[in-house]
């Protein structure tokens, strides 16, 4: 029974070591406390790192990081309105509107 809850604690450990490892400049994070910023560097040695939250940089021990936010899959831009295409000079004959009677006139009213 012990030696199981070791294993898991172990393999726990691990991971978060992994993942704290990785930490990179730009990679969103939330801490313990709850502060949802941005690694601005990290140092391996003193195993900190500073953190900025809108401006204001943090220093944080690597233990206070909680989550590392997943990146989100950047969408492909799609186009929301077809591209309008110029009428060829040919068209351009088709596409007037010929007034047939004086009906069809404007009025000047």
């Not at 989550?67 to 110029?86: N, Y």
């Not at 351009?92 to 004086?102: C, G, H, L, R, V």
Request: hydrophobic residues 40%; aromatic residues 4%.
């Amino acid at each position: 029974m012990f030696w199981f809850m070791s294993r898991q604690q172990k393999k726990q450990r691990a991971a978060q070591e992994e993942r704290q490892s990785n930490l990179v400049k730009g990679t969103k994070i939330i801490t313990i406390g709850g502060l949802h910023a941005v690694v601005d560097s990290v140092d391996q040695v003193a195993k900190t790192v500073d953190l900025d939250a809108e401006g204001v940089i943090l220093t944080f021990d690597m233990a206070a990081i909680r989550t590392i936010v997943p990146e989100a899959p950047k969408a492909e831009p799609t186009v929301a309105v077809e591209d309008l295409k110029p009428i060829a000079k040919d068209e351009t004959a088709d596409a007037k509107e010929n007034i047939t009677s004086e009906t069809d006139k404007p009025s000047d009213k």
